[in-house]
């Protein structure tokens, strides 16, 4: 998986992309969403700057504006995948 980290505080410099990271395993009633659009929020940009209104435990992978395809979605979940689309 790869994403965009925030290992440290500062301008969008600080910005990484990681190829290397593991797949997540969605926990009890979560799913796992395979995204393929996001946005930027300003409350991102807050983030990464170390806003203390917004604090994060680092590394942080910044968003909340996502949109994408659910991959997996455990049986202990009310979701379903069925041709891409939640139910």
Do not use: W, Y
Not at 30 to 43: D, S, W
Request: no cysteine; proline share 10%; hydrophobic share 45%.
């Amino acid at each position: 998986m790869h994403a965009i980290v925030i290992s440290k505080f500062g301008d969008p410099s600080v910005l990484e992309l990681k190829h290397d990271l593991a797949i997540p395993t969605p926990a009890p009633g979560q799913v796992l969403v395979e995204i393929k659009a996001v946005g930027v929020n300003p409350l991102d940009a807050d983030i990464r700057a170390g806003s203390k209104d917004f604090p994060v435990n680092l590394p942080h992978t910044p968003g909340f504006d996502g949109a994408g395809v659910v991959v997996d979605a455990p049986s202990s979940t009310r979701f379903k995948v069925l041709n891409s689309q939640l139910t």
